[in-house]
């Protein structure tokens, strides 16, 4: 007669464990909800508040300028590098302005700081064009010219000097003798020179 209420007393122990841990589950519960309720329910409502107050020709612009944005961003990781352009000047502001054009256009460049460091980078490691300051610090800009020339026929150049004075003798006249050099007038903007160096790769050899 003592076994029957031993179980029953084991089974209401285990009974009395279960209703705890299920109500602690309640109450976790219960708490998660009511915190949704205050911060994340308020925030997702406000959020769709400020979409609905835009029209759909405002929701149109913005979809496009997201997809836009991605797709400029994947064809500048995508965009190879047209042609290799060494340019040669003694100032080093404008050789990276140079740079920054026509880089933006697609171009590797590459930069020496006088005419006897241009021809040996380009006998070591040859361009596709060169874009050249007549008046440089070691060299006269002809010579160097006539003496790229000597090595390559094919390598197109782009001559940079001012505006022709008068009674003073032009340079670029003397380098457009040697063959195959594009004019570049001083002063010129990223327009004026994207515009010769598209030039000078149309050009047929």
């Known amino acids: 007669?003592?076994?029957?209420?031993?179980?029953?007393?084991?089974?209401?122990?285990?009974?009395?464990?279960?209703?705890?841990?299920?109500?602690?589950?309640?109450?976790?519960?219960?708490?998660r909800m009511r915190h949704r309720r205050e911060f994340v329910v308020p925030?997702?409502?406000?959020?769709?508040?400020?979409?609905?107050?835009?029209?759909?020709?405002?929701?149109?612009?913005?979809?496009?300028?997201?997809?836009?944005?991605?797709?400029?961003?994947?064809?500048?990781?995508?965009?190879?590098?047209?042609?290799?352009?060494?340019?040669?000047?003694?100032?080093?502001?404008?050789?990276?302005?140079?740079?920054?054009?026509?880089?933006?256009?697609?171009?590797?460049?590459v930069e020496a700081h006088e005419g006897t460091a241009g021809l040996n980078f380009y006998f070591e490691t040859p361009a596709d064009a060169v874009v050249v300051n007549l008046a440089l610090p070691d060299m006269d800009g002809v010579e160097f010219i006539r003496k790229l020339r000597e090595r390559s026929s094919s390598t197109k150049i782009i001559a940079i000097a001012p505006r022709q004075s008068y009674g003073t003798v032009d340079p670029l006249a003397l380098a457009t003798r040697l063959g195959g050099v594009h004019e570049l007038r001083w002063p010129f903007g990223p327009d004026g020179l994207l515009q010769a160096v598209s030039n000078a790769f149309s050009e047929s050899n």
């Open 43 to 109: 925030i997702e409502a406000e959020n769709r508040t400020k979409n609905d107050r835009r029209s759909p020709e405002q929701r149109r612009l913005d979809r496009n300028r997201r997809i836009g944005a991605t797709r400029r961003f994947d064809e500048r990781r995508r965009r190879p590098a047209t042609k290799r352009v060494l340019v040669v000047d003694g100032q080093e502001t404008v050789r990276g302005g140079i740079r920054r054009v026509l880089g933006g256009a697609g171009h590797e460049v």
């Open 1 to 31: 007669m003592s076994a029957a209420p031993e179980k029953a007393r084991g089974s209401s122990r285990r009974t009395n464990a279960d209703r705890r841990s299920a109500l602690n589950r309640r109450k976790n519960s219960e708490r």
